[in-house]
Structures are given as structure tokens and as C-alpha cells.
């Protein structure tokens, strides 16, 4: 089951802040963040362990709540290289194997 | 410094046909997988690897076959190919364990089956 993402688009002016969340149905291991720009592959941003933990990657962090089975991913002073999908990947456990869903995106736009 | 490497990278088929989907990355990664791209959907996995040898099903299996008899390659196979599998593909792998490990990805086939 993929999990959710909010919202499902979303346009910034440049310098603007966004959040983008993320949640599952799934008890979680963890949490993968990818940024897609049109045309391209998804590119890696951060993976959040269990732990609550957040994690930074320039303007860009995000941070794990477990117990909540949620993600968010927070987007501050936006640039317009931040334009693309973001997907979140929810890792659970699935037939022994550790497996990582994604979400459907969140289509970012930023403008100057 | 390759990575990822899918071949071929855009392809029209006819229904019926069959054809498959290299993917070759060179990073010594167990985890191999294929997913596709259709729009509004997100990333949805049609099947994974974790090791050489080994294939699982993913959350969308029907209609493809995969195959992984070296470590680095995992094929992907439409056997009777139909217009529903006009997709996006991308090819990911990831090191040990996929929890902690990021994917890498490939820049994907584009398929059109008319």
C-alpha cells in the first residue's frame, strides 16, 4: 500500500518555506526523500532512521515520527532548483525482505 | 562512472510482442528493482531483487518476468505485450539492506505499445 503524500502540488515564489508530508498505514523503518525533475530520474536526497531523527541537505530537512508513521519534508528559503516531484519511500517489512514503497509525489514549482 | 545503465531507452512495440529491458549497474549493489512511472501513480515496484538468483514480486508483477543471473543485471521481460504497460520504467539498485541504503536510479525506458 503506497503511502500518502500532502500535497499534491504546491507553487512557491522564490524564498518561500514548504513542508511536505508524508504518511503509512505501515509500521515504518524508515523513510527515503527523492527529488524528480521532469524528464529525469529520481535523485536521492536523505533516508531517516527510527529515532525521530531529522536530517539536513543544505535548506533542505526532514524529519521521522515512527510512532505516527509519518514524514515531513521541509523546503525553507526555496530556490528554483527546488522545482520537481518529491517522492517519499516508506521501508517495512514485507515476505522477509525489506522493502521500500513510494508514495504518488508532490509536484513543487517554484517561481521567481 | 556509470551507475545505473538501462537499455534501451525509448521503444514502440506492437500489442502482442515481447521484448526485454536491460538494466546493468556497476556499484556491486545486492538489491536490484524495476519500477514504473505512469502518471499520477508515483514510482510503483513490478519486482525486485535482493541478491543474484534471487527474484520477488513487487506491488504490480502481472504481465512482466524478471530474471537476475549475475549481479550485475536484472532483465526485465513483457512476454505478450499490451497498451496498459505504455509506461515509464526505471531500474534501481541499492547496496546491502534497503532500509538504510539509498537507491540509485537509472534514466529509464520509455515504452509505448500501440
Known amino acids: 500500500q503506497q503511502p500518502v503524500q500532502s500535497p499534491q502540488a504546491v507553487i512557491l515564489r522564490e524564498g518561500e518555506d514548504a513542508v511536505i508530508n508524508c504518511s503509512s498505514s505501515k509500521a515504518l523503518y524508515s523513510v527515503h526523500w527523492y527529488r524528480q525533475k521532469h524528464g529525469e530520474a529520481p535523485v536521492f536526497l536523505m533516508i531517516l532512521l527510527k529515532g525521530g531523527e531529522q536530517k539536513g541537505h543544505d535548506k533542505i530537512s526532514a524529519s521521522f515520527n515512527e510512532k505516527k508513521q509519518q514524514s515531513s519534508l521541509y523546503l525553507t528559503a526555496s530556490q528554483l532548483s527546488y522545482s520537481g516531484t518529491y517522492f517519499c519511500g516508506t521501508e517495512s517489512l514485507s515476505g522477509g525482505y525489506q522493502k521500500v514503497t513510494f508514495g504518488t509525489g508532490t509536484k513543487l514549482q517554484v517561481i521567481p | 562512472n556509470a551507475g545505473v545503465t538501462q537499455t534501451p531507452k525509448f521503444r514502440v512495440l506492437k500489442t502482442g510482442q515481447s521484448m526485454t529491458l536491460l538494466c546493468a549497474q556497476d556499484?556491486?549493489?545486492?538489491?536490484m528493482y524495476w519500477y514504473r512511472q505512469d502518471p499520477g501513480m508515483g514510482l510503483r515496484l513490478i519486482h525486485y531483487s535482493v541478491g543474484e538468483g534471487t527474484t520477488a514480486k513487487g506491488e504490480v508483477p502481472d504481465g512482466y518476468n524478471v530474471s537476475r543471473l549475475k549481479k550485475q543485471n536484472f532483465l526485465l521481460g513483457l512476454e505478450s505485450a499490451a497498451p496498459s504497460q505504455t509506461s515509464v520504467y526505471f531500474c534501481?539498485?541499492?547496496?546491502?539492506?534497503?532500509?538504510?541504503?539509498?537507491?540509485?536510479f537509472g534514466d529509464g525506458t520509455r515504452l509505448s505499445i500501440l
Open positions: 556499484m556491486n549493489h545486492e538489491y
Open positions: 534501481a539498485s541499492s547496496g546491502t539492506g534497503a532500509g538504510n541504503q539509498p537507491q540509485h
